[in-house]
Nanobody
């Protein structure tokens, strides 16, 4: 059973930066994980932000391209968020799957079996 724990959220002004972390526990290290960041704003559906596959290849939502960077090391995944906007305000979740990343995951993460509880990001205007 993979357990995911997010951290790094907070309140920052528009134009600022934050770095989110997602620590993974309990996974079988030899298999590798597809991992991703997702977010859900109040009153809105969950949406994909970025994915990083087992081979390190990345995919981004158009809304964050050029501003956000996803990365990972041995047992952590990161999301460096720059040039933050008020519309980036949301609860941010990380998710994981032992399979290779599917392009459909970027829509909303449906089908990914492992999820963290989220970290709140609030951007003030």
């Amino acid at each position: 059973q993979v357990q995911l724990v997010e951290s790094g959220g907070g309140l920052v002004p528009a134009g600022g930066s934050l770095r989110l972390s997602c620590a993974a526990f309990g996974y079988i290290s030899g298999l590798g994980l597809c991992m991703g960041w997702f977010r859900q704003a109040p009153g809105k559906e969950r949406e994909g932000v970025a994915l990083i596959d087992r081979d390190g290849s990345t995919t981004y939502a158009d809304s964050v391209k050029g501003r956000f960077t996803i990365s990972k090391d041995t047992n952590k995944m990161y999301l460096q968020m720059n040039s933050l906007r008020p519309e980036d305000t949301a609860m941010y979740y990380c998710a994981a799957d032992y399979s290779r990343c599917s392009g459909r995951y970027l829509t909303n993460g449906n089908g990914m079996p492992y999820w963290g509880k989220g970290t709140l990001v609030t951007i003030s205007s």
